[in-house]
């Protein structure tokens, strides 16, 4: 199954340096049957990026906890897609979640995806907002919005080492 993890960039270091990653709380994304039922049209691609935004919105959650106790932390959203068949249906949290038994495993990684340096202000912006928007704060859920608006850079796994180190 084609799952989305969110990360944070300290977790693609990690996951470079020890050839794996733990999901935080074992959380992904997938495109499940659920959340084909959730939605009235959509092709795969389709209903899998909509799955991949959820992982997206998820990692500002990541984001909140680095940025407040670690000054070098990079405000940057990232998602890592990887074909994984240990994942759970987790229906009763969410139409879109599964959860991961094991660790990912770099070589199921087939590519990462990281907001670029000119989205670093809307991630900020929707890091401190994102709590609120899950409460229904509408002026929240337009700052998501807005950070929504900057598409994710897709990197193939082999282009990890160079992405992380240019950063």
């Known amino acids: 199954m084609r799952v989305y993890v969110p990360a944070t960039i300290a977790m693609l270091e990690q996951l470079q340096r020890d050839g794996e990653l733990r999901a935080v709380s074992g959380t992904a994304f997938a495109l499940t049957p659920a959340l084909r039922e959730s939605y009235a049209?959509?092709?795969?691609?389709?209903?899998?990026?909509?799955?991949?935004?959820?992982?997206?919105?998820?990692?500002?959650?990541?984001l909140a906890v680095e940025l407040e106790t670690d000054d070098a932390a990079r405000p940057r959203r990232a998602v890592l897609s990887a074909d994984v068949e240990d994942a759970q249906l987790r229906p009763d949290l969410d139409d879109a979640v599964v959860r991961l038994t094991a660790p990912v495993q770099l070589s199921q990684v087939a590519s990462?995806?990281?907001?670029?340096?000119?989205?670093?202000?809307?991630?900020?912006a929707a890091?401190?907002?994102?709590?609120?928007?899950?409460?229904g704060d509408l002026e929240a859920e337009f700052?998501?919005?807005?950070?929504?608006?900057?598409?994710?850079?897709?990197?193939?796994?082999?282009?990890?080492?160079?992405?992380?180190?240019?950063?």
């Open 127 to 135: 890091v401190a907002a994102v709590d609120a928007a899950d409460l």
């Open 41 to 62: 049209v959509g092709d795969e691609e389709e209903l899998s990026y909509a799955a991949m935004a959820e992982a997206a919105r998820a990692s500002l959650r990541l």
């Open 143 to 167: 700052v998501l919005g807005e950070v929504a608006d900057h598409e994710l850079a897709w990197y193939a796994t082999q282009e990890l080492p160079f992405l992380l180190e240019l950063l």
């Open 112 to 124: 990462a995806h990281v907001d670029l340096a000119e989205a670093e202000d809307a991630v900020r």
